[in-house]
């Protein structure tokens, strides 16, 4: 290939580690994908491994112009409680605020209920004096001579991290500042965070327990990126890998090891940033998107070609536990317990239930044969012909279907009908599941479903988006080309990003305008100064302005896009076009006052991206590229047979009509009666949902 | 396929959930008040036609058994109920079940000309006028010093605000913006509500829709029965003495379909606002009951079908109008505690040791330094609930009256209120031990910024402390002290005490109690107590006779 350029994705998942090489020049663009086991705990092996298995095919590391990186260590550090022990230094009289926490119970009928323990326990959470006011001034200074004895106390207890948290650090960030300065100075070998370093928003809470699970997993993610830097060196790569971030974009390597906690949640991240990228690339800006995998479902709603960012995340919180709270910018999405792997069940009442449990990859479905005797979401699209049970996972894996036959007549039994109706009671229940988080994500914030395009990727995406399409009736549903690789293809389109989130109440009165655009130019020079570390120069940042306003006394904010300085004189149309965000949301609008409560400024630079080419759109004509016909159970739509098409045979500009299906090793299509689809000039496909029930 | 095949039913139910969520998603997000958007003292619910409830959001359990009565009242006296509707109440003698703060907003959905279901929530409002900031005083002897009484009135009008009623409410009240910000949140919740509901009577037909909540609520009974077989069969009585002198009485009867509740042996009805409405009183039990038989399902109409509340008209827990009910809730949480103590020795396997088990309500208000407005904290506080076997209680969680509900930072009660948060911290007061130990209550002490502001609060189990099971101690006792200069005052009831510069108002509550003997607690366990600053070296040797 000529001028070409060579763009990688490399991923560390539970049990692969994963490559997507993207290799676009004159010709055209060329995948190349590879796969290799995870290496726990020197990660970095399986990462060299599928490296050098993509040198096998054709491109050398030295080769390669740009990688991003994504992993999930920090996460799996928390939810398997591998981080190190953490000592907390915090503000006098609030030492038990982690223990507190918010005093909620979410299983409040079940009295014995068990609120989650702190990750520092109370005899290595120590007090220092010294307030500040919520205004950022000083009531009383900070006074640091007891640090040396919480110091030794903290080093014969063997702590090998330090978090700290001190009141109104939001904000002012001065003792916080002069505290980490000292640790630092008194011992200069611990890993140690401050919470503004992390987040400068209020609720002690929140802000504290972060910087604690920041501290928690800091020097087992510093280790994990720093070996693979070094791995990846050797390997020949010539410039470190960026990382990517739970905010949909990608961070430098350095940046990342200090406050690796950003990564938290950056798996579904890229398929997210991925599906507005696409949906910018044809058209659809506004956007559903569905990632299924093998155990949960995710979704996320992109508006104007904008994925949401916020900061009210947490780790295992269900209706049974109250969890933790990470207070770092994370992309706004709704996951459930429900995916391939989702485990079909019977309650005591004869109701039918679909996840959260997950057969996983071992044993996996009933139809792997590999010991699994539950019936999956999977085993039901088998069953009822929408996967094709002679190209099973691509072909890979010869499908057991008398398991399969057998796991759902289990559940049939249990629900007196056959096993038919059993695994069209599965794929309903599991879709319903789905059809709610959709609508959490859309409907609930106010958005009309009919505005959107159902983008559905993964690997279980395509098989119900159409379904799912149809209940909410959206304007289309898109299955991109390559749609298994479509989450390296997100992390390839991600820009250098950076959230900074500042909280700071201000009336939107008069002299309002140059307090608010102080913050942000405050806050934009210090976004290009932390650029600035990682050789981006100040011409190459680009700014998104997001003011968040409430109504005088309430509590939660809704984001305006501010367009420009902010003055004076813009504040009644900053005032009013919160007034119609709000009411959108919330269906009425007050005369009350409007204030601001803080700001969100993304900070981005542009680290290069795949151009996509479009290719010349040919016949109409897809009779080609079918391979055989088959009666499939559309479940509400009964049994029809259908056309099943080649993926790899589709081309620019076919079209044909369903009921069909379409095939390629990662992915299968279900297109259910009534629908028309087209290929478009990129090779998504496109369906259109015509007359639905 | 049918409309109405099994499955088609649960997906109807799961919505049902998912709108009731929804609706309770929507009011949190635009309430005014703190009480309502942090604490999260409130509640939504979707009922049948009927009235019974057929669905309820999270929150607070208290306030899942009122929704259906409100509901329930509203038909009996309305006639002319149309499409657009909004109904209000707050009033116990007018389907409203607690006190004139909350006020509950209910919607009817209709299918074309066909009532099928109704969208309610309710919420605790700041202010509804009354003799005292707050809505709530201690001195309240009829229910008219408590506030304005909404009899279950038309609020909206086939979609149009009723403006006459909308002033009447906020003119009545002390902070007006606050309550009609408050208003609004409910009625575009259940606005929210309504239209989830009517979009699946027209995707799965109304006779569909109201066969799914009918089967929703069978289901619910059936779940119920078949749990009240695994409970002791029999009669199990109860007399408990109460911090003013009262002693309160319970007699309860299981049998093979039936939970009867006797609580008809009980005082006469007080002359100060602690009395609770019959309805009321059935909640509590309702709350047990759930707990006992199905704590996993979200309730509906059918998991209470197996409960019978007995009581006298004329008792603390069956007022007569115009009885004052302002802290009726400190009545209530001492019947469902009542019930609990009753029950607890008998199911241990549901039942764990007493909790601190007040709503340890507190109002601070006065003037924000800073902004010069008014400001009124009005908040339950969290504390220490009891062990059980093999298990020591949570520390500072809220009480068994509230559930998904959040304690307020210090840094926004700064911002919010004008006063210093001096210290949020674990209570380490002897208290609460055994062979597994009680979870620790709260120290929490707010210094006072400006002149002329109040303190009223009402706590129980301050006296008559937290009940411990199998030999442990019992709790430490709810109580708040107010520091004035050298001088520290305690108290478990204050109304309106006056509030100057640099007072400390320090609220202290109960660890929980513990179960079984301390001597038996793990030496482990025990020394990580000791390091941990939970037991003093003394009480590790005193009390849990450590000889190291």
């Known amino acids: ?693 | 396929m049918s409309n109405a095949d099994p499955i088609t039913l649960e997906i109807i139910q799961n919505s049902l959930q998912a709108a009731a969520d929804e609706m309770f998603a929507a009011m949190r997000k635009t309430a005014m008040s703190s009480i309502i958007y942090e604490v999260l003292d409130m509640g939504t619910g979707i009922t049948d036609a009927q009235g019974r409830i057929a669905s309820s959001g999270a929150g607070i359990p208290a306030f899942i058994g009122v929704l259906d009565k409100s509901v329930q009242f509203i038909l009996g006296k309305h006639d002319d109920i149309r499409p657009g509707d909004v109904f209000i109440t707050n009033d116990p003698w007018h389907g409203g079940v607690t006190h004139l703060n909350d006020l509950v907003l209910a919607m009817p959905v209709f299918a074309g000309d066909q009532l099928i279901a109704w969208a309610a929530n309710i919420a605790h409002n700041s202010d509804v006028g009354g003799m005292a900031p707050g809505s709530l005083s201690g001195d309240a002897t009829e229910i008219f010093q408590e506030g304005l009484r909404l009899p279950a009135v038309k609020l909206v009008r086939e979609s149009v605000t009723d403006q006459a009623v909308m002033d009447i409410i906020t003119t009545n009240s002390r902070m007006p913006d606050f309550l009609l910000g408050d208003v609004w949140a409910a009625i575009a919740s259940v606005r929210v509500g309504a239209k989830r509901l009517e979009g699946l009577a027209e995707k799965y037909g109304a006779n569909t829709f109201i066969t799914a909540m009918e089967n929703f609520m069978a289901f619910g009974e059936a779940s119920a029965i078949s749990e009240l077989a695994h409970l002791p069969k029999g009669t199990f009585e109860l007399s408990e003495d109460q911090d003013d002198g009262r002693v309160f009485n319970v007699k309860i009867t299981i049998t093979d379909t039936d939970f009867i509740v006797d609580l008809r042996d009980n005082p006469d009805q007080d002359a100060g606002p602690t009395n609770t409405s019959q309805d009321g009183t059935y909640v509590c039990a309702q709350m047990v009951f759930k707990s006992l038989t199905d704590p996993e399902t979200p309730a509906n109409d059918g998991s209470f079908r197996p409960l019978k509340v007995l009581t006298r008209e004329g008792s603390v827990f069956h007022a007569k109008e115009p009885a004052a009910i302002g802290f009726y809730f400190e009545t209530e949480v001492r019947v469902y505690d009542l019930i609990w103590r009753c029950l607890a020795p008998h199911i241990p396997a549901r039942l764990p040791a007493g909790h601190f088990s007040s709503i340890c309500g507190t109002f601070i208000g006065g003037i924000h330094p800073d902004t010069g407005r008014q400001y009124t904290i009005i908040e339950p506080q969290i504390g220490g609930w009891g062990a059980w076997d093999g298990q020591d209680g949570n520390p500072c969680i809220f009480s068994g009256f509230h559930g998904e509900t959040y304690n307020t930072p210090a840094e926004i009660s700064e911002a919010r209120n004008g006063l210093y948060v001096d210290k949020m911290a674990l209570n380490t007061e002897p208290g609460g031990e055994g062979k597994f130990t009680g979870g620790r209550g709260l120290v929490l002490e707010y210094r006072i910024r400006t002149d002329h502001g109040f303190l009223t609060a009402g706590y129980t189990r301050s006296k008559v402390k937290p009940w411990s099971l199998e030999g442990g101690n019992e709790g430490s006792g709810n109580y708040v002290e107010v520091i004035k200069g050298d001088e520290t005052e305690r108290y478990s009831f204050v109304s309106g005490l006056d509030l100057t510069t640099d007072d400390v108002v320090r609220v202290v509550t109960s660890s929980g109690a513990g179960y079984g003997d301390p001597k038996d607690r793990d030496t482990k366990a025990l020394a990580l107590d000791v390091k941990n600053g939970f037991v003093t070296a003394q009480a590790a040797t005193d009390i849990y006779g450590s000889h190291t």
């Open chain 1, 1 to 693: 290939m000529t001028n070409s350029i060579r763009r990688v994705a490399t991923d560390v998942g539970g049990t692969f580690t994963d490559l997507v090489a993207f290799e676009t020049g004159d010709d055209g663009m060329r995948v190349v994908t590879a796969k290799s086991d995870t290496t726990p705990p020197n990660f970095e092996q399986g990462v060299l491994n599928v490296l050098s298995k993509m040198e096998a095919d054709g491109i050398a590391t030295a080769d390669v112009d740009f990688m991003a990186h994504g992993t999930t260590v920090v996460i799996n550090a928390l939810t398997e409680r591998k981080g190190v022990k953490v000592g907390l230094i915090t503000t006098e009289g609030f030492r038990d605020t982690l223990e507190i926490a918010r005093g909620n119970r979410p299983d409040f009928f079940n009295l014995h209920y068990e609120k989650p323990e702190p990750f520092v326990p109370r005899h290595l959470r120590a007090e220092v004096p010294g307030r500040m006011t919520y205004q950022g001034t000083e009531r009383a200074p900070l006074d640091l001579s007891g640090l040396p004895a919480i110091l030794k106390d903290f080093r014969a207890e063997r702590v090998q991290a330090v978090a700290i948290s001190l009141l109104h650090s939001y904000a002012n960030t001065a003792h916080e500042e002069a505290l980490l300065a000292e640790v630092t100075r008194m011992w200069p070998e611990v890993s140690v965070v401050a919470s503004h370093q992390i987040t400068r928003e209020w609720r002690e809470y929140e802000r504290s327990n972060t910087a604690v699970l920041s501290a928690y997993v800091q020097p087992v993610a510093a280790r994990y990126l720093g070996k693979l830097d070094e791995g990846m060196k050797q390997g020949g790569l010539k410039q470190s890998p960026f990382i990517m971030q739970s905010n949909c974009g990608v961070d430098s390597l350095a940046a990342t090891s200090a406050v690796p906690i950003t990564m938290v949640e950056s798996g579904p991240a890229s398929g997210f940033w991925g599906a507005a990228e696409l949906g910018k690339l044809i058209g659809e800006p506004n956007i559903l998107a569905l990632d299924i995998g093998g155990t949960t479902a995710k979704c996320s709603l992109i508006e104007d070609g904008e994925v949401r960012i916020m900061t009210d995340y947490w780790i295992e919180r269900s209706r049974k536990s109250a969890g933790y709270p990470i207070m770092v910018p994370v992309v706004d999405l709704v996951e459930i317990g429900n995916g391939g792997g989702s485990i079909a069940w019977v309650d005591d009442f004869g109701k039918l239930h679909v996840g959260p449990q997950s057969a996983g990859a071992l044993p996996g479905p009933a139809a792997y044969g590999k010991g699994g005797e539950a019936a999956t979401t999977t085993d039901a699209n088998l069953w009822l012909g929408r996967i094709n049970r002679d190209y099973f996972c691509g072909g890979s894996i010869e499908a057991d279907m008398a398991n399969t036959e057998a796991a759902l007549k289990a559940v049939g039994d249990k629900l007196e009908v056959d096993a038919d109706e059993a695994a069209r009671g599965i794929i309903r229940i599991a879709n319903n599941n789905m059809v709610n988080a959709l609508k959490l994500v859309s409907l609930n914030r106010g958005h009309d479903t009919r505005d959107f395009t159902l983008l559905a990727f993964g690997g279980g995406g395509a098989m119900h988006a159409v379904a799912l399409g149809q209940e909410l009736q959206v304007k289309k549903v898109v299955v991109p080309a390559a749609a298994a690789v479509f989450s390296a293809w997100g992390m390839m389109m991600s820009d250098l990003r950076r959230d900074f989130f500042v909280t700071q109440l201000a009336e939107l009165s008069e002299g309002a305008g140059g307090v608010i655009e102080h913050i942000f130019t405050e806050a934009e020079a210090k976004a290009r100064e932390t650029f600035a570390a990682d050789g981006v120069t100040a011409e190459q940042v680009s700014f998104l302005r997001y003011g968040k306003f409430r109504y005088q006394n309430q509590e939660h904010t809704t984001e305006v896009l501010l367009d420009g300085a902010v003055t004076d004189a813009k504040l009644d149309q900053i005032a009013e076009d919160f007034r119609e965000a709000y009411e959108r949301e919330y269906t009425y609008r007050l005369d009350a006052p409007v204030e601001m409560v803080g700001i969100h400024l993304v900070a981005r630079a542009e680290v290069g991206k795949i151009e996509m080419s479009p290719a010349p759109m040919g016949d109409a004509d897809a009779s080609g590229a079918i391979k055989s016909r088959r009666t499939v159970d559309y479940a509400l739509e009964g049994r029809h047979l259908a056309d099943i098409y080649d993926g790899g045979e589709l081309s620019p500009g076919m079209t044909f009509n369903g009921p069909a299906v379409v095939e390629d090793p990662g992915t299968t299509i279900v297109i259910h009666p009534g629908n028309k689809v087209s290929v478009d000039t990129y090779r998504n496909i496109h369906i259109e949902l015509g007359e639905t029930a």
